[in-house]
Structure formats: C-alpha cells, structure tokens
C-alpha cells in the first residue's frame, strides 16, 4: 500500500514540474516573440515562419 501511494505522489510531482517547464518556456518564447514583434515585425515573422499573402 505505501508503494501505490509513492507512485501516486511521484506522478502528481512529475505531472507538476513537467506543467511548470512547459509553461515556463512557452510564456518566455510567447513573450519573446511578442517583444520582438513590436520591436522589428519583420525579423519576429522570420522567426515563426510567417508567409504575407500575395493579393490581386
């Protein structure tokens, strides 16, 4: 019984850190981009990969 509630707390802890390095990095990037956009636009649509539509 003290295993299952060890395998329980390691994957509530793993499901945290994990949750907590994937919101760090992805707010960090979104917030770099956004910088960057409002800095130089066409350097930040570089970096994502944005294509301007062509229109006739």
């Known amino acids: 019984m003290k295993f299952i509630?060890?395998?329980?707390?390691?994957?509530?802890l793993?499901?945290?850190?994990s949750?907590?390095?994937f919101l760090g990095l992805f707010v960090?990037?979104?917030?770099?981009?956004?910088?960057?956009?409002?800095?130089?636009?066409?350097f930040a649509h570089a970096i994502i990969g944005h294509?301007?539509?062509v229109s006739e």
């Open 5 to 12: 509630g060890f395998l329980v707390f390691m994957i509530v």
């Open 14 to 17: 793993l499901m945290g850190f």
């Open 19 to 21: 949750m907590l390095l």
């Open 28 to 42: 960090g990037y979104w917030l770099t981009l956004v910088g960057l956009e409002a800095i130089n636009p066409r």
């Open 51 to 53: 294509k301007e539509e």
